[in-house]
């Protein structure tokens, strides 16, 4: 939106109005840390299932403890990949920059980014997970 002079001109439907647009209900967030994706989805209107995979145990914990009261919202403690099995996490300075990837010359020059220890994550395929996700994870 661009606001000008009291004016406010649309220059985009906004995301979840396209959710709605494609009859979309459920929501996967990839790397969700705390879910403050799934929460703008929640305050913009979105109403649908969400899954958030998030790896990192202090964002899982995190999430999980904020959306306790959701009961159309999952919190899964995986990550998500090619390959099910486990990976090792890069846990950042500010965890929201923690990736299973190494850090490219930007990330390096970041001290929010920089990495300060590793855990070892679950990870899981999104096919797998989707067919039957009760059986396949037990966390």
């Known amino acids: ?15 979840v109005e396209v959710i ?4 979309v209900d459920i929501v996967l ?3 969700a840390n705390d879910g403050d994706y799934g929460r703008d989805l929640r305050d913009e209107g979105y ?15 995190r999430l999980s403890r904020s959306i306790w009261d ?3 919202w999952d919190a899964v403690p995986y990550g998500v990949g090619d390959q099910p099995g486990t990976l090792q996490l890069n846990i950042s300075n500010a965890d929201v920059f923690s990736s ?14 920089k990495v300060v220890d590793t ?14 996700p009760e059986k396949l994870l037990t966390y």
Request: aromatic residues 10%.
């Open 70 to 72: 959701d009961p159309l």
């Open 100 to 113: 299973f990837k190494q850090l490219n010359e930007f990330g390096q020059a970041s001290a929010n980014a």
């Open 119 to 132: 855990v070892e994550a679950q990870v899981v395929r999104l096919d797998q997970y989707l067919v039957d």
């Open 20 to 23: 709605a647009a494609n009859n």
């Open 47 to 61: 109403r649908g299932r969400i899954h958030s995979f998030e790896p990192l145990p202090s964002a899982y914990e």
């Open 29 to 31: 967030d990839v790397g």
């Open 1 to 15: 939106m661009i606001r000008n002079a009291g004016f406010v001109r649309r220059v985009a439907p906004s995301f």
